[in-house]
């Protein structure tokens, strides 16, 4: 069995502050990992993944994330926040193999003030 | 770049009527998936298709149908829609190889039964 856990529902920061979004997986095998975004009205657009190569991962927009095997953790970070950083964002956990599905955490929204 | 195509963007209508959602996808992925996402409740996956006329039930398959006839084309079908099937609607798609669950989703689709 697998299962993402993402604490809180909202996160807000100021712009051009640091973003830091945590996600907590479980998995039986080595897992991998997904962040994608969502803008309001829109699907998902996939931020970046980890697929058992480099455990450091940047993906678009200037996001990266690290996988950390001990802490079962694949938080995502940002640098400085903009403004249209603001939307919502949901990590993921698959594992290899036939038919391989993708569990999501609930999600997170991504506030942005001035 | 994958395209994942929802017909429509935003459905209004009224209980007990039948609904019918579309997907179609361009980049002959074997594997077709829809969920609902609803606020404080993530995605949830419905159904899903691992190859033309195949189906498996997700989570929350009850009051839903679907039809994959063709290998671009993955239908769901509400037969009697409730209000308590108001919510956003997502399509996504995946390859079999590589095999790592990452999915590519359409715009969605957001439901309103009255």
């Known amino acids: 069995a697998q299962s993402v856990t993402q604490l809180g529902s909202h996160v807000s920061v100021s712009e051009g502050a640091l973003v830091l979004l945590r996600c907590n997986y479980s998995?039986?095998?080595?897992?991998?990992l997904f962040w994608y975004v969502q803008y309001p009205n829109q699907g998902l657009q996939l931020l970046l993944k980890?697929?058992?190569?480099?455990?450091l991962v940047k993906g678009i927009n200037g996001f990266e994330a690290e996988f950390k095997k001990s802490e079962t953790s694949f938080h995502l970070t940002k640098p400085s926040a903009h403004m249209s950083d603001a939307a919502e964002y949901f990590c993921?956990?698959?594992?290899?193999?036939?038919?391989?599905?993708?569990?999501f955490g609930k999600g997170i929204t991504l506030s942005v003030r001035p | 770049d994958v395209k994942v195509t929802q017909s429509s963007r935003y459905l209004v209508k009224r209980t007990g009527e039948k609904v019918f959602l579309e997907c179609v996808q361009d980049m002959d992925h074997e594997n077709m998936f829809w969920y609902r996402q609803d606020p404080g409740l993530g995605l949830r996956l419905i159904y899903f298709?691992?190859?033309?006329?195949?189906?498996e039930k997700g989570d929350i398959p009850e009051g839903y149908s679907v039809s994959r006839e063709k290998k671009e084309r993955f239908s769901l079908i509400l037969e009697s829609a409730s209000t308590n099937q108001t919510s956003m609607y997502l399509c996504?798609?995946?390859?079999?190889?590589?095999?790592?669950?990452?999915?590519?989703f359409g715009e969605g689709s957001r439901l309103t039964v009255l």
């Open positions: 998995s039986s095998v080595p897992p991998y």
């Open positions: 993921a956990v698959s594992r290899a193999g036939a038919n391989s599905k993708l569990t």
């Open positions: 996504a798609s995946s390859p079999t190889v590589p095999n790592t669950g990452e999915l590519f």
């Open positions: 298709s691992y190859d033309v006329k195949m189906k």
């Open positions: 980890y697929t058992s190569a480099a455990t």
